[in-house]
């Protein structure tokens, strides 16, 4: 069964950091791009940042530029975000999903729009709050 379960969440005050962690069953991250989305209360869910199969290739929402990092560690079968200096407009549930598209995998590329996104978790909440 494909499966993504993000955990690592909770309650931080502004400039605060959290690390979430995104673990697959069932399948190989090995071979999938993989993407951070996050969605606020009444809002559509927006990507935050992605990174390639391999990892050499990221990108950054600009709005956490500078202040998160995507890595991955195949091997664990798990792709990270270290997000620092909260600020309480991260304030979300954040998705790790999977990009299943293999000219993303062969151009080792990734993206950020969620109707590219395939296999999502079922969300880990993040409050930065004093």
Known sequence: QFQLVESGGGLVQPGGSLRLSCTASGFTLNYYSMTWFRRAPGEEPAGVSCISSSGSTTN????????????????????????????????????????TDPAIYYSDSCRTSRYDAEHWGQGTQVTVSS
């Open 60 to 99: 950054y929402a600009d709005s956490v530029k500078g202040r998160f990092t995507i890595s991955r560690d195949n091997a664990k079968n798990t792709v990270y975000l270290q997000m620092n200096s909260l600020k309480p407009e991260d304030t979300a549930v954040y998705y790790c999903a999977a990009d």
